[in-house]
T-cell receptor
Framework: EPEVTQTPSHQVTQMGQEVILRCVPISNHLYFYWYRQILGQKVEFLVSFYNNEISEKSEIFDDQFSVERPDGSNFTLKIRSTKLEDSAMYFC???????????FGPGTRLTVL | AQKITQTQPGMFVQEKEAVTLDCTYDTSDQSYGLFWYKQPSSGEMIFLIYQGSYDEQNATEGRYSLNFQKARKSANLVISASQLGDSAMYFCAMNSGYSTLTFGKGTMLLVSP
């Protein structure tokens, strides 16, 4: 069964460093998303992406964040200069059709020291 | 703005019994989708069930059913014949107007032998 994959599963970085989180959405899906979940809290939306551009973003998704689809399969989230409060689980998700169920990847746990 | 409320921080159920996890929502949109996700201790987000606001019948997926009461704005998840592997955090989510999901704070379900 097709699934969303994410790499790495765990990333540890120093404050101020850049990180790139990678995702491979399900191949026939057209809509891509990033969410994050700070430990013990609810899942929060960051950004959605369709047709090679951002379609929606939350207030969390400030200038430190960027997304890219560098080729036909990968979807990346870049945090330019990480802060302690960026420590969280980051989930990539994809959906085939707008408003339908979104399938989540296993997540990348980002730890900023 | 849309909002999801899950009032039960934790629920206990015995194996083989049924359990209902509560979810209420708030939106001014007429068209919306309601979702339930399961998050086991390993951290991944597993899609369980979807209900569209115009669906007249309650959604069912195996042992999961969604008790959709539109007038009360509730979308409770019913798990029949609980299994030990059902122990996890359960999140209710919705989208309306936009494709992004808004999540509730979650309910931790513990299934005992």
């Amino acid at each position: 069964e097709p699934e969303v994959t994410q790499t790495p599963s765990h990333q540890v970085t120093q404050m101020g460093q850049e990180v790139i989180l990678r995702c491979v959405p399900i191949s026939n899906h057209l809509y891509f998303y990033w969410y994050r979940q700070i430990l013990g809290q609810k899942v929060e939306f960051l950004v959605s992406f369709y047709n090679n551009e951002i379609s929606e973003k939350s207030e969390i998704f400030d200038d430190q964040f960027s997304v890219e689809r560098p080729d036909g399969s990968n979807f990346t989230l870049k945090i330019r200069s990480t802060k302690l409060e960026d420590s969280a689980m980051y989930f990539c998700a994809s959906s085939e059709v707008l408003y339908n169920e979104q399938f989540f990847g296993p997540g990348t746990r980002l730890t900023v020291l | 703005a849309q909002k999801i409320t899950q009032t039960q921080p934790g629920m206990f159920v015995q194996e083989k019994e049924a359990v209902t996890l509560d979810c209420t929502y708030d939106t001014s949109d007429q068209s919306y989708g309601l979702f339930w996700y399961k998050q086991p201790s390993s951290g991944e987000m597993i899609f369980l069930i979807y209900q569209g606001s115009y669906d007249e019948q309650n959604a069912t997926e195996g042992r999961y059913s969604l008790n959709f009461q539109k007038a009360r704005k509730s979308a409770n998840l019913v798990i029949s014949a609980s299994q030990l592997g059902d122990s996890a955090m359960y999140f209710c989510a919705m989208n309306s107007g936009y494709s992004t999901l808004t999540f509730g704070k979650g309910t931790m379900l513990l299934v005992s032998p």
